[in-house]
């Protein structure tokens, strides 16, 4: 009888066991390295060779290897404030496109031991990687396969050339964490290009470092995020789709790099790479172009907020060591994501969730503020919707939400939304896609004693391993006021913090003055002042001006030549970020050159607008020019000859050149006859406008 019983307690038992299995893994997943990798967050790239002291940013191959001379090299300097900026890790270039190596390669001429510094004695890789194992962070190398200097570059021997320049750097300094592979696929000396042997160069990585996680656009251990901007996709999935791919030109489409393939093949997660200045190299030009605080904090809450891991560039100077203004402001910034996710507030409070897998404890939502990432709330495998209470116990001030789903098992949630209690309705806060490792929600602050995450949509169960809860330090930002093409205002901040009031009539924001959540239509033009507000309402921004004439939506550029067309476009496409430039081909024509626009319709123009390249160039800025109209394209009256732009050059803003009197046309022409630049036969434009108010 006893026997009985007992095996029907074991039965019952398995049965329960049975119905509260983990979930299986979902498609691809990721190996520990990579999750360990996913961990880590973030961490220093260091752009260091001779580009530093020519002040270029892709060498040729060709300079003097005594021009690289820092005066007071000191990796324990990098190594000491990567450590202090909170990063994990440092990877270096140790040979860019110029073929120079860090290191006295055997095989190379191009390398430390060709230069004046230490007497070419000296050797970069072994001073920072013994500095990175004192300072506890980890070693990574990019190694770019391009070699401007090699003579076998472009020849069949210089594939194994590169085997053994990797075989001699991964053997000889300790673990490698990762190693960085640049797609740059340029001509060498010789005037060839070279077709790389990706698998030969990844069988030498991992013959030494099995552990080391490879950085290329196609992974396979993470993946370029498709801009040098800080900024993940929205959406981003940590899978993508490798096959039939390759790099550089051969790979996917950056806009498919950014946001990943949902579902896709292999788990190559986004590693986001951009540079605290405007190069990668270091420039003394720069030392005051270093981004701002809430710059940096808007790359991080669109890197590792968006399931991407940081890549923070920050060059060193001519002297060997991290400039003070660098420094500086990676303090600033370390301070301010320490500040911002010092306190958990949803930490050890009261979750309950709407199903829980098995109503097995084990998967229960309490699971999601425990502190632990290898605990998780997850339901049944046929449930792939389902919600959470958070109970903070009374009502708190809050402006960040921070979840994570448990990426060993998979990335699966497709849509979700966070929702606050206003003390009758749960009111949303942010609705969003993909979670992935972690997601921030960023917003501003708002008192409440209840969230709500709903997961809307996911591939399989959803199974989350975190969800926290911050009152992050409100940051301040001047807002930015934009419009498209079709007519439509966005205004923005660098930080989401802040509450953004607007006026349209002229009027100072006030608290009182609407406040911007979307985007509004605004086509016909007019003034629009903007600001920002924190701390409900005791600190405020600058006031922002942003004056605006006919949208250009029914306009387009007359131009037989489609290619030209698709360029000139970009001068009327209300993004002064995009530039129009006429043709510099060997055996052009030169100046002068003319864009001319169809306005769509027949207009009473007053005058015009013309808005010089904002990059940062001057190439092709106009500094003469002419005006003509016309009402059928053909016949055109000129308005405005042989005029200039008076200190555009050291100038480059917005130039509004009213007429004598109105011209009723349809089209106008505006005809580059010079360029601030002698000698220059090409002319530019970010934006080309008209003035009918």
Known sequence: MKKVIFLLFLMAFRVVAQKTAPPAPYGAVPSPQQVEWQKMEYYM?????????????????????????????DARQWARTAKAAGMKAIIITAKHHDGFCLWPSKFSTHTVRESAWKNGKGDVLRELSDACREYGLKFGVYLSPWDRNHPAYGTPAYNQVFANTLDEVLSSYGDVFEQWFDGANGEGANGKKQVYDWNLFRG??????PKAIIFSDIGPGCRWMGNESGIAGETNWSTLNTDGFGMGSEAPPTHVLNTGNENGKYWI???????????????????????TLTHLMKIYYSSVGRNGNLLLNV?????????????????EFRKT???????????????????TRGNDRRFSAVNLLDGNFDTYWTTDDAVRTGSFVVDLGKPTEINRIVLQEYIPLGQRVKSFKAEAWNGKTFVTIDQQTTIGYKRILVFPTLKTDKVRVTILDANACPVLAECGIYKAPELLSNPEIARSKQGMVTITSDVADPVIRYTTNGSEPTLASARYTTPFPFAQGGTIK????????????????????????????????????????????????TVWQSSRKEGSTGLPQELVIDLGKTLNLKGFTYTPRQDGRTEGTIYQYSVYVSENGTDWKPVLEKQSFANIKNNPVKQTVPFASPQQARFIKLVALSSVNENEQ????????????
């Open 337 to 355: 994501v320490a500040e911002s996710f010092r306190t958990n507030l949803a930490l050890g409070k009261t979750a309950t969730a709407s199903v």
């Open 315 to 331: 060059p060193v100077s001519t002297k060997g060591l991290i400039h003070p203004n660098d420094s500086a402001r990676l303090m």
């Open 45 to 73: 790239f260091i752009h260091f060779g001779p580009n530093t002291f020519t002040n270029k940013e892709w060498g040729h191959g060709d300079e003097d290897p005594k021009v690289f001379n820092p005066t007071n090299l």
């Open 269 to 291: 997660p986004a590693e986001v790479d951009v540079s605290i200045r405007p190069g990668w190299f270091y420039s003394p030009e720069t030392d005051d172009r270093v981004k």
């Open 204 to 209: 030498v990585v991992f013959k030494h470092q």
């Open 682 to 693: 090409f002319a530019s434009a970010a934006e080309v406008g008209v003035i009918v108010n």
């Open 530 to 577: 903007a600001r920002a507000f924190i701390n409900n309402g005791a600190d405020a921004s600058e006031t922002i001006l942003a004056s605006f004439d006919l949208a250009p939506e029914k306009w387009s550029v007359v131009n037989s030549d489609e290619n030209a067309k698709r360029s000139a476009s970009r001068a009327i496409d209300s993004n002064p970020g």
